[in-house]
């Protein structure tokens, strides 16, 4: 991945294309735990494919490529969240944001905890278990304390447990 993403800060936009679909995935899985739809989540990764093609000359350190990447990407999905958070007013925004389900992982029940899960814990919980983040990266990525994303995945395990209460069932608050 090193030569390929040294070529691409020479703009060599065929080793820039093939380094985009080695990262496909994750950028999927991390856009798809945040917004929850398949239109919304291609339009993040089309905006952070743009935006990484043009600032890739920014990058310092050639290590911290997949962090920044998403990075960006998070950033573009919270400005797409944002924009239709203005644009649906009333009722409609809560019946919207509690029909909508987040599509595209292989495992049904994974799926399923990720939508039973608060917004703010479910970034962190597909960045640590599904792309193997560490809570160091994390943090550099979100921009918070180490502390705080331990204080996430504390809670948002805690939250899973609730979900899978034998007493209370599999059912989402």
Known sequence: MDTLLKRAKSRDGEAFVTLMQENMKGMYKVAIAIVCNDEDAADAIQDTILTCWEKLHTLRREEYFKSWLTRILINKCNDILRKERKLVYGDSVTDMQVGQECDGFGNVEWREMLRCVDEKYRVVLV????EGFKVREISKILGESESAVKRRLTAARRQ??????????????
Not at 160 to 173: H, M, Q, S, V
């Open 127 to 130: 960045l640590y278990y599904a």
């Open 160 to 173: 899973i447990a609730l979900i899978y209460d034998p007493e209370k069932g599999r059912e989402c608050k």
